[in-house]
């Protein structure tokens, strides 16, 4: 699940790369434009001049909504995408992705599910609706997603982590550890450490470490310690140490940096803290 995904053919790598190098408001337009690319998911390159001009534009709504924190108008701007182009299997995808950094998830599912239908093909790069069957407790579903998102995106430990999340969440962190997937190269701080520590071989402090191997005050580090606090709250919260979890979760999102993940991270808090006792 690697950054503004917007996804798809383009590579969460690739995107976050753009997110330590470009900044917030530069990876917001090439996130559209990636969006805008990718959405038709299978299907010709040529289907992308053929999305009406009015579909782009209420993205652009959406996604400046997100920009400056401004959940309920992006949401709005998703359901005005279904209202408006609801014809066009193009705005079911991103009125889902719109819904999902907007924190509603509950109405992300269909609109992904929907899409899958029309284009089957697609769902293998889909990562972002195994996160939002997570947020809405379909557990095994999303075990499934991110079992199938690893035949296309093999080296991504987020997508991992989020399996082994779905596992623990659906039974135990034990039978979660068993059947980690395997991640192999992924070279972003601090992805290995993480994944190490969900196996059980390594520790907070590992990944902390790692962490501050990066230039203090760069976006990149920023985005490590991100990465960090998200998935120590998650791994936290699947051993059942819900208070550390709401701690780690509520750290994370804290970053002014706004991407999909950040987004993903800010709801994950948000959830956690309505579920507490």
């Given at each position: 699940m690697r950054i503004d995904r917007i996804e798809s053919a383009v590579t969460k790598r690739t995107i976050a790369c753009f997110d330590t190098v470009?900044?917030?408001?530069?990876?917001?337009?090439?996130?559209?434009?990636?969006?805008?690319?990718?959405?038709?998911?299978?299907?010709?390159?040529?289907?992308?001049?053929q999305l009406p001009t009015g579909l782009r534009q209420a993205v652009d709504v959406g996604s400046a909504a997100l920009a400056q924190g401004d959940r309920p108008a992006a949401i709005a701007a998703a359901d005005g995408l279904l209202r408006d182009f609801g014809d066009e299997p193009a705005s079911w995808r991103l009125a889902g992705d719109l819904y999902l950094r907007a924190g509603a998830a509950e109405k992300a599912v269909p609109q992904f599910r929907r899409y899958i239908e029309k284009n089957p093909q697609a769902e293998p790069e889909l990562?972002?609706?195994?996160?939002?069957?997570?947020?809405?407790?379909?557990?095994?579903?999303?075990?499934?997603?991110?079992?199938?998102?690893?035949?296309?995106?093999?080296?991504?430990?987020?997508?991992?982590?989020?399996?082994?999340?779905?596992?623990?969440?659906?039974?135990?962190?034990?039978?979660?550890?068993?059947?980690?997937?395997?991640?192999?190269?992924?070279?972003?701080?601090?992805?290995?450490e993480l994944l190490k520590l969900y196996r059980g071989e390594a520790d907070e402090a590992a990944v902390r470490a790692a962490v501050a191997t990066l230039p203090a005050g760069s976006a990149q580090a920023e985005m490590a310690g991100y990465y960090a606090d998200l998935y120590l709250a998650?791994?936290?919260?699947?051993?059942?140490?819900?208070?550390?979890?709401?701690?780690?979760?509520?750290?994370a999102a804290k970053i002014e940096m706004v991407n999909y993940m950040t987004d993903v991270g800010r709801d994950y808090q948000r959830r956690l803290r309505a579920a507490a006792p």
């Amino acid at each position: 699940m690697r950054i503004d995904r917007i996804e798809s053919a383009v590579t969460k790598r690739t995107i976050a790369c753009f997110d330590t190098v470009l900044g917030k408001w530069a990876h917001l337009a090439l996130a559209f434009l990636m969006l805008c690319v990718v959405i038709v998911g299978g299907e010709h390159p040529s289907a992308q001049a053929q999305l009406p001009t009015g579909l782009r534009q209420a993205v652009d709504v959406g996604s400046a909504a997100l920009a400056q924190g401004d959940r309920p108008a992006a949401i709005a701007a998703a359901d005005g995408l279904l209202r408006d182009f609801g014809d066009e299997p193009a705005s079911w995808r991103l009125a889902g992705d719109l819904y999902l950094r907007a924190g509603a998830a509950e109405k992300a599912v269909p609109q992904f599910r929907r899409y899958i239908e029309k284009n089957p093909q697609a769902e293998p790069e889909l990562w972002q609706h195994g996160i939002a069957l997570a947020f809405v407790g379909e557990y095994d579903a999303g075990r499934k997603l991110f079992e199938l998102h690893r035949t296309v995106n093999p080296n991504d430990v987020e997508n991992a982590l989020w399996h082994f999340y779905c596992i623990a969440k659906a039974g135990s962190s034990e039978a979660a550890r068993l059947a980690i997937l395997p991640a192999p190269g992924d070279r972003r701080v601090p992805m290995n450490e993480l994944l190490k520590l969900y196996r059980g071989e390594a520790d907070e402090a590992a990944v902390r470490a790692a962490v501050a191997t990066l230039p203090a005050g760069s976006a990149q580090a920023e985005m490590a310690g991100y990465y960090a606090d998200l998935y120590l709250a998650m791994h936290a919260e699947a051993l059942g140490q819900r208070d550390r979890a709401l701690e780690l979760a509520t750290k994370a999102a804290k970053i002014e940096m706004v991407n999909y993940m950040t987004d993903v991270g800010r709801d994950y808090q948000r959830r956690l803290r309505a579920a507490a006792p």
